[in-house]
């Protein structure tokens, strides 16, 4: 198997793509400012990929086959606006420059369904349900911004060379330990985010257990010689993280999406993830009705 790089190794979602490509047989690359990067990677590196030097050092250094660009400021409003964008915006830049110019065979580039702008302050609605990749974005405020600019700089680099590039845009993450209570980046547990529409109806009930969606990536870095350079895909699950159908619940949290969501009945989801199952045959294999410890 190959080698692949894994930037933001230690993260919720870092964490869960270490162990599953491992387990496949790669040779696993962790590379995080912060401690917490699984022991099935081959090797760690700590190093701020902010900083154009380092991030060419590391490619340098470990030339991998594939990197898995998962790094950032991962929570929206969590340090100052300016810093966020900064940070965000810089990280996928260095890394996209330093892979294509040092011939990455595959980049994939994490973003985040938070492009589409729902829960502006100034209120929002979708152009349609459920959205899918073509849906337009209305990013308002850092981080979301940031992501699309990571976007836009794969897609940039996606037209200068022949490495291929993709984007993902993976739903809320669940790891393993947040299904038996621990707090998810929200602070809250996935039951209270059951139990309260309020906390989970802002982002349209969205979720993906980390476990499916290290696996599309996995599955993404073997399929992309094939597909054409600089897509874009959504990961999530094939059900809503909610206990009752979304063309109830989402009219009640985001007013005007009667109309939209009149065909969200049963467990559908807000989010689709049928370009991922037309081009890559991968869908989610887990539900909250499954996982949660406290669902029964």
């Not at 081959?42 to 470990?62: K, M, N, Q, S, Y």
């Not at 979301?144 to 897609?155: F, H, I, P």
């Not at 200068?160 to 330990?177: D, S």
């Not at 009752?244 to 467990?267: D, N, S």
Request: charged share 20%; hydrophobic share 45%.
């Amino acid at each position: 198997m190959s080698r692949v790089l894994v930037t933001g190794s230690a993260g919720r979602l870092g964490r869960s793509v270490v162990n599953t490509l491992a387990a496949a047989g790669h040779e696993v690359i962790g590379v995080d400012s912060a401690p917490g990067t699984p022991t099935e990677a081959a090797a760690t590196l700590p190093a701020d990929l902010t900083d154009t030097g380092e991030a060419f050092e590391v490619i340098a250094r470990f030339r991998p086959e594939s990197v898995i660009h998962l790094a950032a400021i991962a929570t929206p409003f969590s340090r100052p606006e300016s810093v966020i964008y900064r940070v965000n915006t810089q990280l996928a830049f260095n890394v996209c420059q330093a892979s294509v110019t040092l011939g990455v065979r595959s980049v994939v580039v994490a973003s985040s369904p938070t492009v589409m702008g729902y829960g502006a302050p100034g209120g929002w609605a979708p152009a349609y349900l459920p959205i899918d990749e073509d849906h337009p974005v209305r990013p308002w405020n850092a981080y979301n911004l940031s992501k699309v600019a990571a976007e836009q700089t794969m897609k940039a680099f996606a037209e200068a060379g022949t490495t291929k590039l993709a984007a993902i845009r993976p739903c809320f993450v669940i790891p393993p330990e947040e299904w038996a209570g621990a707090p998810t980046q929200s602070g809250h547990t996935v039951s209270e985010r059951l139990d309260r529409p309020e906390l989970g109806g802002v982002s349209l009930f969205n979720y993906v257990d980390a476990r499916d969606a290290s696996e599309m990536v996995g599955v993404l870095i073997e399929a992309l010689p094939e597909l054409p350079n600089g897509e874009v895909f959504f990961v999530g699950a094939t059900d809503a993280l909610a206990r009752k159908p979304l063309a109830e619940l989402l009219p009640q949290v985001i007013p005007g999406t009667e109309p939209f969501a009149a065909g969200l009945t049963g467990t559908s989801p807000a989010f689709s993830t049928a370009k991922a199952e037309r081009l890559l045959g991968w869908q989610a294999k887990r539900s909250w009705r499954t996982e949660l410890k406290e669902s029964l």
